[in-house]
């Protein structure tokens, strides 16, 4: 099972990034998929995740509006597109495949740096 995360870096206040995460070893589309994010000191929680089947969605109140999640299971790849992004988005960023309501599958992580 693999879970890799790309797609993080430095971005401006207000700018955008996309972030991606490469699936293998599992059948992607029977996962509920999720991202999180952990800031230092602070810690790991649930940014947004999309269920399998009709891949409805939910997000943390904190970034609702300004992010977006998504999938595309026949490339076994989740999404994360970040917008209006603020320097309390600052953190690792990992993605996770949960069934039965627990993650059982973490990736390593990718740094999203917002800052002037």
């Known amino acids: 099972v693999q879970l890799v995360e790309s797609g993080g870096g430095l971005v401006q206040p207000g700018g955008s990034l996309r972030l991606s995460c490469a699936c293998s070893?599992?059948?992607?589309?029977?996962?509920?998929m999720r991202w999180y994010r952990q800031a230092p000191g602070k810690e790991r929680e649930l940014v947004a995740q999309i269920e399998d089947g009709d891949g409805s969605t939910w997000y943390a109140e904190s970034v609702k509006g300004r992010f977006t999640i998504s999938r595309d299971n026949a490339k076994s790849t989740l999404y994360l597109q970040m917008d209006s992004l603020k320097p309390e988005d600052t953190a690792v960023y990992y993605c996770?495949?949960?069934?039965?309501?627990?993650?059982?599958?973490w990736g390593k992580g990718t740094q999203v740096t917002v800052s002037s």
């Open positions: 996770a495949k949960s069934r039965f309501g627990s993650v059982d599958g």
């Open positions: 070893g599992f059948t992607f589309s029977s996962y509920y």
